[in-house]
């Protein structure tokens, strides 16, 4: 297994904390995709090095690291320029990643369908393609011959023409793909439509399986679910189509969304969205913000809302002492007071569950059908056998 360090930087708009938050999931994402994180490095920068992102004396501490460690690669946390991508690597010596390039990868690894496999392949050349000339360091090795430099840059201006060639016949790949979808979604009839959207890794594969009866593959790693899955779910007698959708994460590459529109469509064309969020997660707030903030980009957020906490199995806090007067905090507020708290200052239908131990799986189901039931009512006024 590949060893890795991986870099968070401090600045203004990110403080200690959140840093290590995201230093956290950047671990987290590190190990989904096969490598072992054996330590990480910060620095608060006022000004972001345009050539080198970190300051020349932390890159210089992170290269004897490296060095001394044998570790295989370096991972920043924030998107690097194709400028800062060079010079980093050149100073350390080993293969540098950024978020974006990691979060790629991780697609790429757990792509299943063709359709998946397009959607990344072309995601992953859009990124390529303004970092090939670093691809051509090897030429600077012979440096002084003349003549060299003109052949490498034909080469880049080749490869460049390939890859824009091949990016246009992968959007038309999608293009073609996304009519046959669009053609069985209006084959579906006129059944409501239920999405889960949520963060990545908060249990939406696991609640699909446990309301649909089926198999959909879940696991506790990041991007678990890539393909949208639909099944039909019945409830008493009401039928519903509810569909598994792929995770959302902070910092999400612009280039994984726009390859992955298609993909949520399902979102945006869905009469209701089941919001599942992991309460155990000490940052379950910012989560949630980041999925509405997806939502909105996808002008999904005046849809219908259900807000289902999972992995309530999962959940700790801290006791307080009997004498300590300061405010509560995210880690020492009980269960129950965050029920009480989030049920009533939410405006959209609330409930607790641990999909894991199956509880309070009836009250979701009981959610679930009122909300279906309403929007079924008012699509087929006339239509009322079913209750």
Known sequence: METAVVVGVITQRQDLRTVLDYLDELEFLAETAGATVVNRFMQRVDD??????????KLEEIQLYVEENEVDMVIFDDDL???????????????VLDRTNLILDIFAKRAQTAYAKVQVEL???????????????????????????????REIETDRRVIRDRISKLKEELHAIDRQMQTQRQNRGKLVRVA????????????MNMLSKSEVFAENKLFATLDTTTRKVVIENLPFLLSDTVGFIRKL?????????STLDEVRESDLLVHVVDISHAGFEEQIEVVNQTLADLKCAEKPVILVFNKMDAFSHVEKEEDDLTPSTKENISLDDLMN???????????FISAKNKTNIEALKEMLYAQVKEIHASRFPYNDFLY
């Open 81 to 95: 320029t194709p400028t800062q991508l060079r010079n980093i690597e050149k100073a350390i010596g080993v293969r």
């Open 48 to 57: 972001a090095n345009p050539g080198t992102l970190i300051g020349k004396g």
């Open 253 to 261: 590459p612009h280039h994984l969304v726009e390859s992955f529109k």
């Open 341 to 351: 708290s989030w049920m009533a200052k939410n405006n959209n239908p609330c409930i």
């Open 123 to 153: 995601a992953q050349y859009l990124y390529l393609l303004p970092r090939l000339a670093g691809l051509w360091t090897h030429l600077e090795r012979q440096r002084g011959g003349i003549g060299l430099r003109g052949p490498g840059e």
């Open 196 to 207: 889960l959207v949520g963060y990545t890794n908060v249990g939406k594969s696991t609640m």
